[in-house]
């Protein structure tokens, strides 16, 4: 994806970039990663198109005007030799529970699902 050049509220000079890759299952999906910093960036050059990747990185969703946004984080992007198996990823910590930063809300009641069982489905 094009890099983007720009200053931050704060003043600071600022670059992103991207890529987007094509999973290797039954059914091949794209998902695309964003990079900030010229470091990260830096690990793109020399990956070569259609090239086998391992990719390292941190979701993060905001919301913004009553929707949510997710942005796949690339922290580390490693090029893999045909045939080579990607790393396995190190055993998770246990999570603390997160405390949500606003209590949920009930949704409108126009938005509720209803509770009557006129259908047969089995969920």
């Known amino acids: 994806m094009p890099e983007v050049r720009g200053e931050s509220q704060s003043g600071r000079p600022f670059v992103r970039g991207g890529f987007v890759i094509e999973t290797d299952d039954t059914y091949p999906r794209q998902?695309?990663?964003t990079l900030f910093g010229e470091?990260?960036?830096?690990m793109l050059t020399g990956l070569a198109m259609n090239s086998m990747v391992q990719v390292t990185f941190s979701p993060e969703s905001r919301e913004y005007n009553e929707r949510w946004y997710t942005?796949?984080?690339c922290?580390?992007?490693?090029s893999l030799m045909a045939g080579q198996m990607p790393a396995q990823p190190m055993a998770a910590q246990p999570a603390q529970p997160a405390q949500p930063a606003v209590p949920?809300?009930?949704p409108p009641a126009s938005t509720a699902m209803p509770t009557d069982s006129s259908d047969d489905l089995p969920f």
């Open 71 to 73: 942005d796949l984080r």
């Open 39 to 42: 470091d990260r960036l830096a």
């Open 31 to 33: 998902v695309a990663f």
């Open 75 to 78: 922290i580390r992007v490693q």
């Open 104 to 106: 949920f809300a009930q």
